[in-house]
Nanobody, 116 residues
Framework: QVQLVESGGGLVQPGGSLRLSCAASGIRFGIYHMGWYRQAPGKERELVALITSIGNTNYADSVKGRFTISRDNAKNMVYLQMSNLKPEDTAVYYC??????????WGRGTQVTVSS
């Protein structure tokens, strides 16, 4: 059974930092591309950051220079370090895994709220 479990969300003031974690199980983690997506109220889900199976990364323009995605294949974990957070970063953040064979899995999400 495939499971992706996000953690690390919460309430933070503008300019603050948070580190999200995603624990994966039931997949051959090393062959999967891993991504962080977010969905704000009334908006569509959007890609935040992606890290490929070989460690290449890609970021949405809105988070470049502020967010960093990383992965630990030994622990089946993917992380999103978020710095200089802004109110517009408020959303539910989801972890997604995808492989070259078209298998995609999603976590249930973790809420990030940026507010003073």
């Amino acid at each position: 059974q495939v499971q992706l479990v996000e953690s690390g969300g919460g309430l933070v003031q503008p300019g603050g930092s948070l580190r999200l974690s995603c624990a994966a199980s039931g997949i051959r983690f090393g062959i999967y591309h891993m991504g962080w997506y977010r969905q704000a109220p009334g908006k569509e889900r959007e890609l935040v950051a992606l890290i490929t199976s070989i460690g290449n990364t890609n970021y949405a323009d809105s988070v470049k220079g502020r967010f960093t995605i990383s992965r630990d294949n030994a622990k089946n974990m993917v992380y999103l370090q978020m710095s200089n957070l802004k109110p517009e970063d408020t959303a539910v953040y989801y972890c997604k895994s995808s492989n070259p064979y078209g298998n995609n899995y999603w976590g249930r999400g973790t809420q990030v709220t940026v507010s003073s």
